[in-house]
């Protein structure tokens, strides 16, 4: 029989209930960095069965429907340049359903997720470029220590964590 590991969200809630530190902090504090998000990509384990179901069912609710350009904004998924004008009203519904599904799925693991801010990695550069809203789950969730207190992402993490914790 294998043997329980906690997982990262269980023990930040220990750590958090041992020393009082906030819940996020300790969670970011727990390990490196193993997801590397990209800026406006909505491709990932998480987000990719909904977009490809969603186009499914737009084939069959709008035969001829232009193929999406599915995109990630401030950590919610989008249709860029959905045609609204032209679309039907289950055009209209099935993406709706598809956005509000991806608000509680991580895009990097099928896990349920919330709006986090994470920094996006540079491959070329070799570095953390600048922070980014993302839908994470706890395990894909993590921010380096030393890029907390830089004032983007303090104001992102305010405007978008803050009030949905």
Known sequence: MPKNRSTAAQRARQRQAAT???YTTALRAQRPCTTHHQIFSARGAGWTPITQRAEQRFDHAWPGHPRPHWEEKFGELCWKSFPWQDAPAE???ILREAQR???ATCQSCPAPGRKRVVWIWDDYC???IMPWVKTCCDNCYWVPSHLLH???YRFLFETYEE???
Do not use: F, L, V
């Open 150 to 152: 830089d004032g983007e």
């Open 126 to 128: 070799g570095t953390w």
């Open 91 to 93: 055009a209209h519904r």
């Open 20 to 22: 009082g530190e906030k």
């Open 163 to 165: 009030s949905s914790a």
């Open 101 to 103: 599904e991806a608000d």
